[in-house]
């Protein structure tokens, strides 16, 4: 079972979701929501999230999905 009190502490509580998913098209909203990410005090703790628990849509510790199928093939090849 994954611990989810991290969240409680995230820069995007309160935040819409749908800023963290956006489609493909949307690029400004995905840069709304990394610039929230930028300040937020657990952003390593979300990406660690992410990258364990596969999440392959969205904006998780300020990185997109693209961003974390680069980071995934780095460890894959380490």
């Known amino acids: 079972m ?3 009190r991290w969240q409680d ?8 979701p749908d800023a963290f998913f956006p489609e493909s098209h949307e690029y ?3 840069l709304t929501a990394k610039a929230i990410c930028a300040g937020c005090p657990v952003v390593i703790r979300c ?5 364990v ?3 392959y849509v969205g904006i ?12 995934r093939r780095v460890k ?3």
């Open 2 to 4: 994954t611990d989810w």
């Open 9 to 16: 502490d995230a820069a995007c509580v309160g935040t819409d």
């Open 28 to 30: 400004r909203r995905g």
């Open 47 to 51: 990406l660690e999230h992410a990258l």
């Open 53 to 55: 628990n596969h999440e």
């Open 60 to 71: 998780w510790g300020n990185t997109n999905e693209r961003e974390r199928a680069v980071l």
């Open 76 to 78: 894959a090849a380490s």
